[in-house]
């Protein structure tokens, strides 16, 4: 009878782990809603929105490196690059001194080659973690500096304003990125097909598979075929297009790009995969719950904000959270072993 009982309360909380991250999003709502005045009105809700898209594509590609067992600290770094990338292609165009021209881009091209930068840097980060094995920790790092230094570089640390384009430049539509449809935020919409895209991807493809089986055992992994290196490589390319998606999206609701745009983002990407469940360990992870931590994190910010709490204790507060989500993932993965060895005996 008491194994039985141990067993329910177990698989109770089993069950109650594995769902926290949306019971948290229900109590942060319930709580700021009594706390902070007119928080559950609908204009709140869209700038949430507007708030979680950001964080929310940039953790998506968190998602997929994590899971691999990496991290990567460029994101925010890239974020603030790819923004510059597009102000400065909207201002000032391309020059090519050799030919003395100065080349013009439409909107559409100026995201194409945004985020074709977004992935460079992103293959750059794979080829130096798999070539040169590199700790990801350390090699992110490093391009965090470098993307942040090159976005300063751009502009002499100066910001592109007014990024609304000319017309006889045939370059205007910018701020469609920034703008809503049917009183929906364009980047929320541009959220969840991302989102759908590369939960397909993560879940329904042999590339995904490899991507946990790397996470779960990077030996084994390579034993069964498959191609480690590559892998790795387009995760952090996925993760850098990620970044380079938000900069064009942050730069274009601000109607402008600094260089400074992005710094700590990594964080916040970070926070809301591992809320959403994916495991600092590597192997388990879903871009479904990264999504659900991301609103958590989106609702924490502006609820603190509209409560008039201090960016300081922002800070303290949001460490503080990953610092329980992982404790809580270690607590589930034990759980999790637990109960396997127990089923195992029991068959025996």
């Known amino acids: 009878m008491s194994a039985n009982k141990n067993s329910s309360n177990n698989a109770l909380a089993m069950t109650l782990l594995k769902g926290r991250t949306f019971i948290v999003l229900i109590v ?10 007119n928080f559950l009105t609908l204009n709140t809700m869209l700038l949430i929105g507007k708030h979680v898209a950001l964080y929310g594509i940039l953790a998506i590609g968190m998602t997929y490196v994590i899971v691999t067992g990496g991290i990567d600290l ?3 770094a890239i974020v603030g690059l790819a923004g510059m990338i597009a102000g400065g292609l909207l ?7 050799i030919f003395g021209v100065t080349l013009y881009f439409s909107v559409p091209m100026v995201v194409l080659i945004t985020i074709l930068i977004g992935a460079l840097i992103g293959v750059v980060n794979g080829l130096i973690i798999t070539r040169f094995h590199v700790a990801p920790f350390i090699a992110t790092l490093g391009m965090m500096y470098v993307a942040r230094g090159l976005a300063n570089i751009h502009s002499n640390g100066a910001t592109y304003s007014d990024l609304k384009g000319y017309e006889a430049l045939g370059n205007q539509g910018f701020g469609f990125f920034g703008a809503s449809v049917a009183g929906i935020p364009v ?10 895209i590369f939960a397909v991807l993560l879940k329904r493809t042999s590339f995904g598979w490899h991507v946990f089986s790397i ?22 390319m996925i993760s850098g297009i990620c970044a380079a998606v938000v900069g064009i999206i942050a730069s ?6 600094h260089p400074a745009t992005g710094e700590s983002w990594e964080m916040n990407a970070i926070a809301s995969a591992v809320l959403g469940g994916t495991s600092m360990a590597g192997g388990i992870g879903t871009i479904g719950g990264t999504i659900v931590g991301a609103f958590v994190i989106g ?12 960016e300081f204790w922002q800070m303290v507060i949001k460490g503080l959270v990953i610092v329980l989500a992982v404790i809580i993932d270690q607590f589930q993965r034990n759980l999790q072993a637990k109960m396997a060895l127990k089923a195992r005996n029991e068959i025996k």
């Not at 942060?28 to 005045?37: D, H, N, Y």
């Not at 980047?187 to 759908?196: D, N, S």
């Open 28 to 37: 942060m709502l319930i709580f700021f809603s009594f706390a902070a005045k």
């Open 74 to 76: 460029s994101v925010g």
């Open 91 to 97: 201002q000032k165009g391309l020059t090519l001194k």
């Open 187 to 196: 980047g929320l919409l541009i959220l969840v097909l991302l989102a759908v």
């Open 215 to 236: 996470g779960g055992n990077e030996k084994a992994a390579k034993l069964s075929g498959v191609k480690v290196d590559k892998v790795k490589i387009l995760v952090y």
């Open 252 to 257: 274009s609701q601000l109607a402008a790009a």
């Open 299 to 310: 609702v924490i910010n502006d609820g603190m904000v509209m409560c008039g709490v201090s």
